[in-house]
């Protein structure tokens, strides 16, 4: 026979402790703010996304011109990072080409989960009741026989 479980007891000194008794949403980030390579990390990719949105506004060249004066030229005043094969700046070909990435990461990750959350959630809230209507939710077209 399994054992009873025994009931969890906390005493006076655990009771007051702030980290305990906080809601776990603040305890996570309290423990986020004081593991400083996670804090770094977390700079660094506020840092980079921030640079990147606000590429249009940076004195940056155009990533898309042309210089063939400038053709596989190392790093110079005028470009950071040299420049590839076309003569193309390669610091401004990194701050553009890192925009998508950061926009499908801040809005459309958090959007698509939300109508996918939405889309699962409608079968529970159909007219024939939650397991009528789950048992005839279609399937996924892979589970399907062909």
Same mark, same amino acid.
């Given at each position: 026979?399994?054992?009873?479980?025994?009931?969890?007891?906390?005493?006076?000194?655990?009771?007051?402790?702030?980290?305990?008794?906080?809601?776990?949403?603040?305890?996570?980030?309290?423990?986020?703010?004081?593991?400083?390579?996670?804090?770094?990390?977390?700079?660094?990719?506020?840092?980079?996304?921030?640079?990147?949105?606000?590429?249009?506004?940076?004195?940056?060249?155009?990533?898309?011109?042309?210089? *063939?004066?400038?053709?596989?030229?190392?790093?110079?005043?005028?470009? *950071?990072?040299?420049?590839?094969?076309?003569?193309?700046?390669? +610091?401004?070909?990194?701050?553009?080409?890192?925009?998508?990435?950061?926009?499908?990461?801040?809005?459309?990750?958090?959007?698509? +989960?939300?109508?996918?959350? +939405?889309?699962?959630?409608?079968?529970?809230?159909?007219?024939?009741?939650?397991?009528?209507?789950?048992?005839?939710?279609?399937?996924?077209? *892979? +589970?399907?026989?062909?």
């Amino acid at each position: 026979m399994a054992q009873p479980a025994t009931p969890i007891t906390i005493d006076a000194e655990s009771a007051a402790d702030p980290v305990l008794s906080a809601r776990p949403e603040n305890r996570v980030w309290k423990k986020f703010r004081h593991h400083r390579s996670a804090m770094l990390g977390g700079v660094l990719v506020v840092f980079f996304c921030a640079i990147a949105l606000l590429a249009p506004l940076l004195p940056i060249p155009d990533p898309a011109a042309t210089d *063939w004066g400038a053709v596989r030229k190392g790093p110079s005043a005028a470009h *950071w990072f040299g420049t590839d094969e076309l003569g193309r700046d390669v +610091l401004s070909r990194l701050i553009w080409g890192r925009r998508r990435p950061c926009w499908r990461g801040s809005f459309q990750s958090p959007s698509r +989960l939300g109508l996918a959350s +939405l889309w699962a959630s409608l079968p529970g809230i159909s007219a024939a009741g939650p397991m009528r209507s789950s048992r005839a939710a279609p399937k996924p077209c *892979w +589970l399907r026989p062909s």
